[in-house]
């Protein structure tokens, strides 16, 4: 019984971090730490690696530390949020890095209409090259038109 709550667990916190991932990028990467997002906005890139990356450390902070606690003094349910925390950051890092802005050339002719969709939402988000004024700011789950042919 407990594997299902904990499985259960985990996939919730998966689909929460969606909304979570959507109020960070909305309120906290176009709002205050701009700073570190600015760059990822820029058509072409500068060196491997972004002042962007830096969000990939602030999300890992919380996983690390709920897999600390969440097995301490024995498995609990605090690993598996740990657990959804990394497996999101895990497809948000094949969706966003591999897939859509091609860090590493993977997947380049992808023709599946979800993954297409994702591609033209994250487009018309880097539309915008300022804070101010942006749009899809989710990952995974975007507007139903973004789909459509």
Known sequence: ???????????????????VTWLTHKYVMHGFMWYFHEDHHQPKYQAP??????FFVIFAIPSILLFYFGVNPSINYLFFIGLGIL???IAYFFIH???IHQRFK??????N???VGLRKAHKV????????????FGMLFVPKKYFNR
């Not at 690696?49 to 830096?54: A, G, I, P, V």
């Not at 993977?106 to 023709?111: I, Q, V, Y």
């Not at 988000?125 to 899809?136: I, L, P, S, V």
């Open 49 to 54: 690696f972004e002042k962007n990356d830096f």
């Open 125 to 136: 988000h880097h539309k915008h090259m300022g804070k101010a004024d942006g749009e899809c």
């Open 97 to 99: 890095d591999i897939l």
């Open 106 to 111: 993977l997947f380049t002719r992808t023709k």
């Open 1 to 19: 019984m407990s594997y299902i709550i904990f499985a259960t667990v985990t996939l919730l916190t998966f689909a929460a971090m969606e909304g």
């Open 87 to 89: 497996l999101y950051g």
């Open 113 to 115: 209409k979800y993954l």
